[in-house]
């Protein structure tokens, strides 16, 4: 393969296939990163059912929107990288031996000794859980958080970022009992399935029937109407994911009589600007905890780059605890 080329995972009409490709132009505001791993989020699995929206969809284009390696290259209009620098990146067409991001969406290795796959799983779920909890649900210490879904990446980074920012009581859920008796190590102090009839009351018994102030809903579909009978008074719920389903039926008038905020959120409509500034706000409050290992996750299972459809494949079958990842090279 020339240098002009490399092995990308291309999105086909059937699926997704390496290919060999165009290494990617450097444009003045970029980083080129030889890639080394990459982390399968659950993004990358409804982009291959062509469930995503907006500028992520479409075939022929190369996948993968989260990846780790060595600054190859700079632009002319970039701060604060340097070629050599290990660093972990959000962008487009990352699942390639090569790809570019806008250095306001790259962040350097917080730790010498943390690996490639290690640092692939952290970028996204630290930046999206952050930009719930924090810039979304406007939590503070002494509060209360559930987190639906918990056993996804970026349902156990928001378990430990809840604890690590001093939540009183941190609740996760999740449908299989396997998953659940696994996430008092990531920080829960309460583990409930959200199938459960039961599982509102045990959240108002948790709380002296008072009701979480912050729920970061990963599932969407048919909890939407118990999570705000789960939620305090003024609370808020921040929707993120929509596993369990994208539309559902909305209880206005519990909206109402609880007087909460709900809130949407998502990557895919921001600008550079807003992704610079959310990218800004998780590394002054956590990028310190990130590299002294106190924000952690768990790797599922590592694929080759040319295996990624057996990745996305396991992703799909809901099976997995934590990260899948994507080993690019040797």
Known sequence: MSQ?????????????RPEEVDVPQVKPTQVLIKVASCS????????VQGQNFGHVGGAHKVMGASFCGEIAAVGDATKGFSVG???????????????????????????????????????????T????????????????????????????MGLQIGKHLGAKLVIGTSTSAEKRAKLSAYGADLSLDPRDPG????????????????????????????????????GTIVNVGRLGGQTTEFNCEMHAERRLTYVGTTGRT???????????????????????GKLTMPVDRVFDLKDAAAALAHAASNAHFGRIMLKVGA
């Open 129 to 156: 859980m952050h930009d719930a909890i924090v810039t979304n649900g406007k939590f503070t210490a002494g509060q209360t958080i559930l987190i639906q879904a918990a056993t996804s990446g970026v349902g156990l």
């Open 199 to 234: 599982w509102v009351a045990q959240v108002l018994e948790a709380t002296g029937g008072a009701g979480v102030n912050l729920v970061v809903d990963n599932i969407s579909g048919y909890v939407v109407n118990q999570n705000m009978a789960a939620t305090a008074i003024h």
């Open 4 to 16: 002009s080329k490399m092995l990308a995972i291309v999105l086909t009409d059937t699926g997704v």
């Open 270 to 292: 921001r600008s550079i600007d807003e992704h610079a500034e959310l990218v800004r706000r998780a590394r002054k409050d956590l990028w310190d905890a990130v590299g002294a």
């Open 85 to 127: 620098d290990r660093v972990m990146a959000q962008g487009a067409a990352g699942w390639a031996e090569y790809a570019t991001a806008d250095w306001r969406r790259v962040l350097p290795i917080p730790s010498k000794s943390m690996d490639y796959i290690q640092a692939g799983t952290l970028m996204s779920s630290v930046l």
């Open 40 to 47: 399968v989020n659950r993004s990358d699995l409804l982009t």
